[in-house]
């Protein structure tokens, strides 16, 4: 059975740094498209970045500059380097999979990590 796993959150100041990671214990990761995503207290989940199984990455508009997202196969890990940490970036991030590119399209990816929190505060 296929899942995803994230770790690395935690609570961390205001233009501090944080760094994800996204496994598939048990199962290597090399053929899917991996994208994070986000939900901050009362607001709608969110795209933050995607990384395919080619390489290819997109960022939120939101995270352009400051979140750096990267996969080694070998590892079956990807990766979400957070720099330069808003209180807006408060929120619960989830890995998830797909295959055929990457999209911020919730309803693409059919399989989804249990969420690790992330809180920026002063």
């Known amino acids: 059975q296929l899942t995803f796993v994230e770790s690395g959150g935690g609570l961390v100041q205001p233009g501090g740094s944080v760094r994800l990671s996204c496994t598939t214990p048990?199962?290597?990761?090399?053929?899917?498209?991996i994208g994070w995503f986000r939900q901050a207290p009362g607001k709608e989940r969110e795209g933050v970045s995607c990384?395919?199984?080619?390489?290819?990455?997109n960022y939120a508009d939101s995270v352009k500059g400051r979140f750096t997202i990267s996969r080694d196969n070998a590892k079956a890990t990807v990766y979400l380097q957070m720099d330069s940490l808003k209180p807006d970036d408060t929120a619960i991030y989830y890995c998830?999979?797909?295959?055929?590119?990457?999209?911020?399209?919730?309803?693409?990816?059919?399989?989804w990590g249990q969420g690790t929190q992330v809180t920026v505060s002063s």
């Open positions: 998830a999979g797909k295959m055929f590119g990457c999209t911020f399209n919730q309803r693409s990816y059919p399989r």
């Open positions: 048990g199962f290597p990761l090399e053929h899917y498209d």
């Open positions: 990384i395919s199984s080619g390489g290819s990455t």
